[in-house]
């Protein structure tokens, strides 16, 4: 079932609080919990996509080599559009002189995570509804991610944002919010 995206209204305040998980994250709560009547997977799905994948290889590739301007510049021009992206961009480059990880693992062990992450053997034992939002133009997950975990999940839900990005939340936080506002308050 596919929910429709936020109209644009603005939606009326949470009555649930949803705690926001990504990836590789999602594995980890007690599926049959009574306590949790409704899950929010936001902009990530099962597993990263072929495209992400590559993304994720290049930036832990340039993390090892100490690149990091290069990872900023990239996430910069992938993660945002427009405006936004432009002015990222430009401020990696302030950002790449004045931040400088000594020690890399801290983001080789994030890299490695979502790299090894594969949420569909335990899909299938979420047990409370589970709304899957995404994104049209995400790097790291295409639609069909989106939609095959939604598929795997018993009570899954599957909500497209359209027009927009991995930052969805950032850059269209009414259509997000909204669309998670709608299906917590059902």
Do not use: K
């Not at 590789?24 to 306590?35: I, Q």
């Not at 990263?48 to 090892?64: E, H, M, N, P, Q």
């Amino acid at each position: 079932m596919v929910v429709p995206a936020a109209d644009g209204a603005v939606p009326p305040p949470l009555r649930r609080h949803p705690h926001r998980v990504h990836g590789e994250s999602a594995a980890r709560p007690r599926f049959r919990d009574d306590r949790v009547d409704r899950a929010v997977l936001g902009l990530s799905g099962a597993g990263l996509s072929a495209g992400g994948t590559a993304v994720v290889r290049r930036w832990r590739d340039w993390a090892v080599g100490g690149r990091w301007g290069s990872i900023y510049r990239d996430a910069a021009g992938i993660l945002a559009a427009g405006a936004r992206a432009r002015l990222l961009t430009a401020g990696s480059l302030v950002y790449e002189r004045t931040f400088q990880p000594v020690d890399p693992t801290d983001f080789l062990v994030s890299a490695d995570a979502c790299l090894a992450f594969d949420g569909r053997n335990v899909c299938g034992r979420v047990t409370a509804p589970t709304l899957v939002v995404g994104a049209d133009r995400d790097p790291f997950f295409d639609e069909a991610d989106y939609r095959e975990a939604a598929a795997a999940l018993p009570n899954g839900r599957l909500a497209m944002l359209r027009g927009t990005g991995h930052e969805a939340v950032v850059e269209h936080p009414t259509a997000f919010d909204g669309t998670v506002r709608r299906f917590l308050s059902r």
